[in-house]
């Protein structure tokens, strides 16, 4: 049996509605694109290929890959790929198991899968003969991106991380968002066996629920697009099939919103060579304290910036695209004039004013920090530095 019909009769699935919703959606981008499977071999199941897109494939400067988070896909960049395409060749991919992309069965546990997932990227790499290249990962595809250029730091030239998912320790005595909990008793027990089972355990009205339950991502294409439903019914043909990635995802996750092995754990193995940038969106519900962390510990090995997009939540890419893009383009072109070394970027001292204390004082494990925080330098540096490190229009 194919993995496109692992999916029985209940749900609404087609693949032939997704490649006809998906073209719909493509069809706003106004830069030539080429998109197409790569098949990366038995990586992880038989025969894997991997959803590809890329634009500007002629340009000479450093080339920029995208990834897209959880239950996402290639559709939810057209809001950027015009505008960061015009200086640099740009890819994107449907991460295995997500999209179009093939849906292999990962490991079961968490340490398997995320190896497996930085696998199929380097072969991926491989294939479509990429040396060195930019690579930008939005929430759970910062965390697998960071992995990657953990385990390939040749190959990263500079590393953006967008409202990255996963870096965060459960800080103690941590309660989830209202909003999280509710969904967690509505949903259950569906939920516990993996995060959209809803969506496809409601067979027939599962795009029905989609539509409702996830319109406000649809209405931030409301400016690109005619017809906004097609990114509803976009997320919906996504995730209604095999849940080969989605399953692989819930082996990471602790406490609905924190990862069993975070990131901040792990950066004395980020590469000194690794320049990084991580962007954040100021109303998102992801922490932004792991990047105060990161900068504090890594501020004298690598070049690292840390910057908030205002008026924007968790999807920054779509809720302020002229930001996100212009910021994104800029990295870019540092990194193509080598100007991301040690050094160049802002002091962790100037960031201390955009965090709230409390929240850094819950969430940071202050024997990371090589610096102890106070309350005191917050408060000295708020007012003088705060605009410092901003994203602002032009």
Not at 223 to 233: F, K
């Given at each position: 049996m194919s993995e496109q019909c692992k999916r029985g009769w209940w749900t609404k699935y087609s693949e032939n509605k997704l490649v006809e919703i998906e073209s719909s959606i493509l069809s706003a981008i106004k830069t030539t694109y080429k998109t197409w499977f790569v098949p990366i071999g038995s990586v992880v199941g038989n025969d894997d290929k991997i959803w590809t897109i890329s634009l500007n494939e002629e340009s000479k400067n450093t080339p920029l890959v995208m990834l897209h988070g959880f239950a996402a896909g290639i559709g939810f960049w057209i809001k950027n790929f015009d505008e960061i395409a015009r200086d640099r060749p740009v890819y994107a991919i449907d991460l295995l198991g997500f999209g179009r992309s093939s849906r292999p069965v990962f490991g079961k546990d968490c340490e398997t899968a995320e190896k497996q997932w930085v696998d199929t990227l380097e072969e991926w790499r491989k294939q479509v003969n990429l040396d060195k290249f930019i690579l930008l990962g939005h929430s759970f595809g910062g965390y697998l991106a960071t992995s990657y250029a953990i385990s390939h730091p040749d190959r990263v030239r500079h590393l953006i991380l967008a409202d990255p998912w996963g870096f965060a320790e459960k800080p103690p005595n941590y309660k989830p968002p209202t909003r999280f909990r509710v969904l967690r008793v509505l949903l259950y027990p569906l939920y516990c066996f993996n995060p959209l089972s809803s969506v496809r355990g409601a067979g027939p009205w599962g795009p029905a629920l989609v539509k409702r339950m996830r319109n406000d991502i649809?209405?931030?294409?409301?400016?690109?697009?005619?017809?906004?439903?097609?990114?509803?019914?976009?997320?919906y043909q996504c995730n209604s099939q095999y849940p080969s990635g989605e399953t692989a995802f819930n082996s990471f996750v602790k406490d609905l919103t924190f990862s069993k092995n975070p990131m901040a754990d792990r950066y004395d193995t980020i590469h000194e060579s690794t320049p990084i940038t991580v962007v954040y969106g100021k109303e998102s519900w992801i922490d932004q304290s792991p990047a105060f962390v990161l900068q504090e510990q890594r501020e004298d090995i690598n070049y690292v910036k840390v910057a908030v997009i205002p008026d924007a939540g968790h999807h920054i890419y779509s809720d302020q695209p002229d930001l996100f893009n212009?910021?994104?383009?800029?990295?870019?072109?540092?990194?193509?004039?080598?100007?991301?070394?040690?050094?160049?970027?802002?002091?962790?001292?100037?960031?201390?004013?955009?965090?709230?204390?409390?929240?850094?004082k819950a969430f940071v494990n202050v024997h990371k920090v090589h610096k102890k925080l106070t309350e005191g330098d917050i408060e000295e540096d708020r007012d003088k530095n705060a605009e410092e490190c901003k994203v602002t229009p032009n």
């Open positions: 649809a209405m931030r294409y409301k400016d690109t697009l005619e017809d906004t439903s097609v990114i509803t019914d976009y997320i212009e910021f994104v383009r800029e990295t870019c072109k540092i990194t193509d004039n080598s100007q991301d070394k040690k050094g160049s970027a802002p002091s962790a001292k100037l960031l201390k004013a955009q965090f709230d204390y409390d929240r850094i």
